[in-house]
Each structure stands twice: as structure tokens, then as C-alpha cells.
């Protein structure tokens, strides 16, 4: 199965949790953390369950998710 990694952009993130809430991997949990406008902001707590599906970065609505995805030995852009 192919394997992601997933980037979040926290300036450009508003706490929405769409993020957390549409990853079927619970690769992502929102935190206590907060960013500068003092929203939440999420954390990839399980990296090794990410398959790089790209639904993350569809549905976060500030395009704060970069999602790339290893084939073979190259890591590529998903999304
Ligand atoms: S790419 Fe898919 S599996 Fe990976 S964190 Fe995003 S929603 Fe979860
Ligand atoms: S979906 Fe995007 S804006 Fe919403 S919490 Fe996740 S990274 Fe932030």
C-alpha cells in the first residue's frame, strides 16, 4: 500500500478540524496548540498510518495540507 506524508502549513491553518474529523487513519488529532490568531492547531500524531489518500488536504478549507505520497524510492506531490 502505497505510503504518504503530510505537511500542515500553520500559518495558513484555521482550526476548522475538518482535517482530523475525514481521516479514515486518525492520522491526525487537533491539539492544544495554538496558532497566532489563537485557533487550534492540528498534529500528525500517527504518521506511519498514512497512506497519502489525499482527503486531508481536499477537504481543508485554507489548502494548508501539502500531501505527498512515496512511490518506490521518490517521495511526489499528491495533492
Ligand atoms: S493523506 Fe489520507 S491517510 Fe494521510 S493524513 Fe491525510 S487523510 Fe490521513
Ligand atoms: S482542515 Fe486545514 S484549516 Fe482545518 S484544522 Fe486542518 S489544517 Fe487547519
Do not use: Q
Amino acid at each position: 500500500m502505497a505510503k504518504g506524508e503530510i505537511e500542515i502549513n500553520e500559518n495558513c491553518c484555521l482550526g476548522c478540524g475538518f482535517c482530523e474529523e475525514f481521516c479514515s487513519r486518525g492520522c491526525i488529532e487537533m491539539t492544544d496548540k495554538l496558532s497566532l490568531l489563537g485557533l487550534p492547531l492540528p498534529a500528525v500524531t500517527a504518521p506511519e498510518k498514512c497512506n497519502a489518500c489525499g482527503i486531508c488536504g481536499w477537504m481543508c478549507p485554507h489548502l494548508a495540507i501539502e500531501v505527498y505520497k512515496y512511490s518506490e524510492d521518490t517521495l511526489t506531490t499528491a495533492v
